[in-house]
């Protein structure tokens, strides 16, 4: 449900991913099932490419519910009810192995939510699980929290950092991040320009999002496109 993320510390920007719900996703869908299922436990309960909700085995019929219902649909929240879930945020300066020194400065996370309440959303696909008549765009986000474990370093500790730093030197971390951008292909023939310079390059991913209006500069959903399924 967020469109971009930014990570600033001490006033620099550590991470700014556009595009954050596809990255996020697609890494999501790159990692081992017992480590989404973990994800799952703490989210929604479940995911649109489970096996257990392919054409066929949409409807999971598990007894009567508090709405009468005899089934449950992939990922139902009845109208006027609501669901917690949480999520780790994909900010790469908090996946690096050292703490964070608080001292010195502000930590900051800005999320932007995505514009467009369908974008929250998959596509609906030929013989998919997602359809208008079944999916309902009128959502809302309250009771956002950060939850978090800060450290307290010993006070002979933390003058020895404050010294470091103080006479000059630097405490170094290393992570990586990521890097999004979205181009306009057309034509049998594909060819990409980038211009963005990077130290250390590790890896490349390409996906497909669908086809382009060019009269009204808009994306035409494709039936047949995962847009969350790499190359």
Known sequence: MFSRVRCMYQGAICDDISAYNRTHEMMSVLTSKANRDNDDVEGFGRR???????P?????????????????????????????????PMIRVLSQSKYLPLMWGGFVMEFEI?????????????????????????????????????????SALQNSYAEHVLSGKSLPINYGTYITMQQTVVGAEIGVNISRAVSRLKTIFCSFDGDFNPTTAEKVDHPYYLVKRPL
Do not use: C
């Open 48 to 54: 649109w490419d489970s096996t257990d909700y392919y």
């Open 56 to 88: 066929g085995n949409f409807h999971k019929f598990i007894g009567a519910n508090a709405h009468g219902a005899t089934k449950v649909d992939f990922g139902v929240i009845y109208p006027g009810d609501s669901q917690t879930v949480s999520f780790k």
């Open 114 to 154: 995505i514009g467009d309440a369908t974008e929250a959303f998959a596509d609906s696909v030929a013989g998919g699980n997602f359809t208008p008549t079944d999916t309902g765009i009128s959502w809302a986000m309250s009771d956002v929290r950060l939850v978090g474990d800060v450290v307290t370093l010993d």
